[in-house]
T-cell receptor, first 110, second 112 residues
Framework: GNSVTQMEGPVTLSEEAFLTINCTYT??????LFWYVQYPGEGLQLLLK?????DKGSNKGFEATYRKETTSFHLEKGSVQVSDSAVYFC?????????FGAGTRLTVKP | EAQVTQNPRYLITVTGKKLTVTCSQN?????MSWYRQDPGLGLRQIYY???????DKGDVPEGYKVSRKEKRNFPLILESPSPNQTSLYFC???????????FGQGTRLTVV
């Protein structure tokens, strides 16, 4: 079956540091891949997505590239801000199945 | 404003007392689903619905029921809640299967 594995947290960074959150997946066929962000007390919001191999999703300075050869969709940001502190979820949608990773809590300190 | 609305946001109840968490979306989405979020486990799908009167089990359906009588509403029913159903619940909807999911703000349920 489909599954998503993302790096465990928590992750603590200083402001302006480089961020990488690893995400790998297992799926049959050609799934769509997503990163969602959850701010404290809120629901999940779509951060970015990619629907086919080699697509790069980007939003608010975050990027992730759909790598079919390594079955990965790592999230990166060149310079994090305090306001980026949140929980980040990698997700996969294949057919009628949607799977989420366990979530990675990011804390950015001034 | 496009949104998914869940009610209530917080609920404390006792074991065995039936409850319903409502979910409504105003985007005319076909696909709706319920998830529970538990520490270290991420989001796990409880039930989903691909359209009116079409529902199916997700990964953790035991102890839950749903109905989809109208396109916009997808209530989650706990007939006899137990403490292991204490969790944070999210409703989500999307236009199609491969499109972005919109989430409600969550319902924190405590069963004592």
């Amino acid at each position: 079956g489909n599954s998503v594995t993302q790096m465990e947290g928590p992750v603590t960074l200083s402001e302006e540091a480089f961020l990488t959150i690893n995400c790998t997946y297992t799926a049959t066929g050609y799934p769509s891949l997503f990163w969602y962000v959850q701010y404290p007390g809120e629901g999940l919001q779509l951060l970015l997505k990619a629907t086919k191999a080699d697509d790069k999703g980007s939003n608010k300075g975050f990027e992730a590239t759909y790598r079919k050869e390594t079955t990965s969709f790592h999230l990166e940001k060149g310079s994090v801000q305090v306001s980026d502190s949140a929980v980040y979820f990698c997700a996969l949608r294949g057919g009628d199945d949607m799977r989420f990773g366990a979530g990675t809590r990011l804390t950015v300190k001034p | 404003e496009a949104q998914v609305t869940q009610n209530p946001r917080y609920l404390i109840t006792v074991t065995g007392k039936k409850l319903t968490v409502t979910c409504s979306q105003n985007m005319n989405h076909e696909y709706m689903s319920w998830y529970r979020q538990d520490p270290g486990l991420g989001l796990r799908q409880i039930y989903y619905s691909m359209n009116v009167e079409v529902t199916d089990k997700g990964d953790v359906p035991e102890g839950y029921k749903v109905s989809r009588k109208e396109k916009r509403n997808f209530p989650l029913i706990l007939e006899s809640p137990s403490p292991n159903q204490t969790s944070l619940y999210f409703c989500a909807s999307s236009f199609r299967l491969n499109t972005e999911a919109f989430f409600g703000q969550g319902t924190r349920l405590t069963v004592v």
